[in-house]
């Protein structure tokens, strides 16, 4: 009965760890699904001169979770209030669903978005694709780094608790 004791204190311990270790591999999701949302949005602005309300929905349909809520109350934001601006709209998705992670690139990206000539719109969109790509850098080189550290320490504490009970 001890021995089972002592392997749900170590997997337990251990699985808040792991835990851990997969919110760091989801920012990094979440990060790359942005990058593609921003390839999307150059290209329907670009290309097919898609109207922002419309470019949003679309960019919400591209995406999953927490971004597809996020852009899909702009996109509706956008379309119920035609004279809102993106900007505006952004800052109140970000309220109803907060996006810490992204909100500075966010804020930058939709200041840019439906005020100037498309050429200025489309360095916004290049400036937030730098952005974004320089952040999973730093997240990727994070996540390498503190994975298995993170797995590790929650196998050891409870290697640990155990060994304070015995």
Known sequence: MKLVGMIFIVV????VGFRIAVLLKRRCMLVRQFLR???LLRSE???????????????????DGQLARLFSTVAKDMDRRRWVTPQAAMEKALEETPEELLKPILIDLTKRLGKYDLDAQMQGIDTAYRE??????????ERSLKSRTYETLGICAGLAAVILLL
Do not use: N, V
């Not at 337990?12 to 699985?15: D, I, N």
């Not at 974004?132 to 080189?141: K, M, R």
């Open 45 to 63: 602005i670009s290309f097919c001169g898609t109207p922002l309300p419309q470019a949003f929905a679309l960019m919400a349909a591209s995406c």
């Open 37 to 39: 949302a921003l390839q």
């Open 12 to 15: 337990s311990a251990g699985s």
């Open 132 to 141: 974004a790509e320089l952040l999973l850098q730093t997240l990727e080189q």
